[in-house]
């Protein structure tokens, strides 16, 4: 898929979309980042339209997301919509309301992945992050039902102070039950910006433990090849990427920050048109445009694009980039500027340089003589260590 | 007398024509394919009513390839994204003109 999100990336076609169908939810996550009150969510026929309208302007990966998708009530309606146009579609959910007849009508409709929140693989401490007593076991009833229908199963965990040694159960759980797993310590503001979840977040140097195991170290790629001073023998370190993602890899994009605007767009509840869930600057609204319209000529969006991390101001000289995963949303959100450096992006790309060998890692920020404007505050950066083996290609010549 | 296969589209294959290519996603085994520009021509002919032979004749026409060339291209190609289950076999729609 590098290829395909590579030259999508270059030539700004639009791939992937991840599109939130409701902010409304069963569980009250102690770090969920969501205004859970429905302010006007798109109907069932603005949904279709809008699908349509991704199709016709080339999205082909498109991730249902919430919110809890289940609450609404047209949702399989939705995804029938989405397989009539081929898309390849997976789902974002907490499985609460999943049952045995809907893991089949999933599986009929050519779901390609289920990503499933899973805290711990003890009830109590997942029921204390979700708020939901018995959530836990409702949650774990559904998996095997979905496995059961041939379906990729994926359990997602955000880890917190409260659940950050959790992983190492989380992971025997998946494979007892014949899923693949995901870790991430990424804890973000409100979409209002106020940072309430931030309470939630790991410390960096409490990380470590987490960073340093062997057992996660092992499914790490290596970074990037480059030819700067500071590159060790290779030994692997954490990929970080964005938890947002379609699931392709991030090698496919040379020099821009990520695939936000470039190759994916973001869709809320209520039409609204953002290059990403964590970078947001609205590009338009769905209601009362059409999305090619604001992907090929929104300003945000041409901007954006426009951005290259080699000329960032700060980031664009540092020595220990390559073990980096800034995110232009969260240097926005936390540090105030979409080109700027933030505290948390160095401080975890000098631990992961420092596991990897580097002697004295220092990231530009820190560096002496440093003339940027500090990043003020926490920020959130993704930690993704996955089992899935994502896509690979296969060619047919006529 | 030998029965012709027409194919179609498995309905649960995602796929998108990209910059002249088609990117076609099966999500029961994970993998993505990827089709040039003749496989993409054959690709959107494959409608459940058309057979090898007539797809070929439209490749012929419009790539000027020998028809017998076509022809093997073109069986070769159906008979890959059939065993890759990318393809289903239509019902047979007697009288069904492609």
Not at chain 1, 78 to 98: E, P, Q
Not at chain 1, 220 to 228: H, V
Request: include cysteine; charge should be negative; glycine fraction near 6%.
């Amino acid at each position: 898929m590098d290829r395909v999100a590579s030259r999508a990336a270059r030539k700004h076609h639009p791939l992937n979309a991840h599109f939130d169908l409701t902010y409304r939810c069963n569980e009250r996550c102690v770090h969920c980042y969501l205004d859970h009150e429905d302010h006007g969510e798109l109907t069932t026929a603005e949904i279709l339209r809008v699908l349509e309208e991704l199709a016709a302007a080339g999205i082909l990966t498109l991730t249902f997301s919430g919110g809890e998708i289940f609450l609404r009530p047209d949702f399989f309606e939705i995804l029938a919509a989405a397989r009539r146009l081929h898309f390849d579609i997976s789902l974002k959910t907490n499985a609460l309301l999943i049952s045995a007849e809907h893991a089949a009508r999933l599986r009929e409709s050519g779901v390609r992945s289920i990503q499933i929140s899973v805290y711990s693989d003890e009830p109590a401490v997942h029921d204390a992050i979700t708020k939901i007593p018995g959530s836990h076991e409702r949650t774990l009833a559904a998996v095997p039902l979905l496995v059961a229908q041939g379906l990729k199963v994926k359990l997602a965990c955000p880890l917190m102070p409260q659940n950050l040694l959790a992983y190492r159960g989380v992971m025997a759980l998946a494979e007892k039950l014949g899923a693949s797993y995901s870790f991430d310590p990424t804890i973000t503001p409100m979409m209002d910006g106020s940072g309430g979840p931030l309470i939630h977040r790991v410390s960096t140097a409490a990380l470590l433990p987490v960073l340093q195991d062997p057992v996660l170290s092992a499914c790490y790629p290596r970074p990037a090849a480059q030819t700067d001073a500071a590159m060790p023998s290779g030994k692997p370190v954490p990929s970080l990427t964005s938890a947002v993602s379609s699931g392709f890899e991030f090698a496919a994009y040379e020099d821009i920050p990520c695939s936000a605007g470039h190759n994916s767009v973001y869709i809320s509840p209520y039409g609204d048109v953002l290059p990403c869930v964590q970078l947001p600057v609205p590009a338009g609204n769905l209601r009362r445009q059409r999305f090619r319209d604001i992907w090929y000529h929104a300003e945000s969006l041409e901007q954006l694009r426009a951005v290259r991390d080699s000329q960032l101001p700060v980031c664009g000289s540092c020595e220990i980039r390559s073990y980096c995963e800034r995110c232009p949303g969260l240097a926005l959100m936390e540090g105030g500027d979409v080109l700027g450096a933030y505290e948390r992006a160095c401080e975890l790309a000098e631990q992961k340089a420092r596991l990897a060998g580097v002697a004295h890692p220092l990231s530009a920020l820190h560096a002496p003589g440093a003339t940027a404007r500090q990043a003020v505050g926490p920020c959130k950066t993704n930690f993704l260590v996955t089992t899935d083996n994502s896509f690979y290609r296969k060619g047919h010549d006529a | 007398m030998r029965k012709t296969i027409r194919w179609q589209k498995n309905p649960i294959v995602a796929w998108r024509a990209i910059d002249g290519e088609t990117v076609i996603i099966s999500p029961s085994d994970n993998v993505m394919h990827e089709l040039n520009e003749t496989g993409s021509f054959i690709w959107r002919q494959i409608d459940g009513r058309c057979s090898a032979a007539e797809i070929a004749g439209m490749l012929a026409a419009e790539y000027e390839v020998p028809p017998e060339d076509a022809l093997a291209d073109t069986e070769a190609l159906l008979q890959q994204l059939a065993a890759s289950a990318l393809l289903v076999t239509a019902a047979a729609a007697d009288g069904a003109a492609c």
